[in-house]
């Protein structure tokens, strides 16, 4: 079945450090969309991605969605302690649902 | 002005017992969810309703049964807990899809932690 997999699992940094999150699945997917679930909180959506090669900013958020629609990534540009938390993708393989990734929980050290 | 809004918001159990989780939405939208994130954060869709219709139904025992009395609620009922079933289960609805094959965003709610003593 469709599965998604996020590396790494964990990442600490230090406060302006950069950090990237890689989002790989094993079969082609439709789109791509990215959430934050703040610690105690819910998944909130940040983008969704949608053409091959595609490449989405947010302030210092960037996203990519790989050329083959297979891989995804998310890159956090001098993080501060307000980018804490567990940063997920999800897979949309034109089914009617999202499969969440495993999930990259991040830690910002000030 | 809570668009998502579930209740409990935490639920303390015994094993055995029967219990219920509400979920309702205020966005209008058509479609929504029940999701299971266990204590490693995975999480995972375990049902999915359209307009009070069942279209997506992972392999969930049958001690979980959903309820859509209409489509801006999206109820949860649980037979005979067990301890496997201690998690956070988020509800979460979407709009219509404006484009075939792509999925809209999904709107989380809070949340309800349950714990199966």
């Known amino acids: 079945g469709q599965q998604v997999m996020q590396i790494p699992q964990y990442q600490h940094v230090q406060e302006g450090e950069d950090f990237t999150t890689y989002c790989n699945s094993s079969t082609t997917l439709s789109n791509i969309q990215w959430y934050k679930q703040r610690p105690g909180g819910h998944p909130v959506f940040l983008i969704q991605l949608v053409k091959s090669g595609e490449v989405k900013k947010q302030k210092r958020l960037t996203f990519q969605f790989g050329e083959a629609k297979k891989n995804s990534s998310l890159h956090i540009t001098a993080t501060q302690t307000t980018d804490v938390g567990t940063y997920f993708c999800a897979g949309d393989y034109n089914t009617d649902k999202l499969i969440f990734g495993t999930g990259t929980r991040l830690q910002v050290f000030p | 002005d809570t668009a998502v809004s579930q209740t409990p918001k935490y639920l303390v159990t015994q094993m055995g017992n029967d219990k219920s989780i509400k979920c309702e939405q205020n966005?209008?939208?058509?479609?929504m969810y029940w999701y299971k994130q266990d204590s490693k954060k995975f999480l995972k869709i375990m049902f999915s309703?359209?307009?009070?219709?069942?279209?997506i139904n992972e392999t969930v025992p049958n001690r979980f049964s959903p309820k859509s009395p209409d489509k801006a609620h999206l109820n949860l009922h649980i037979n005979s807990l067990e301890l496997g079933d201690s998690a956070v289960y988020f509800c979460?609805?979407?709009?219509?899809?404006?484009?075939?094959?792509?999925?809209?965003?999904?709107?989380f709610g809070p949340g309800t932690r349950l714990t199966v003593l």
């Open positions: 966005l209008g939208h058509d479609t």
């Open positions: 979460a609805s979407s709009p219509p899809s404006m484009t075939s094959g792509v999925s809209e965003t999904q709107y």
């Open positions: 309703y359209n307009n009070k219709e069942l279209i």
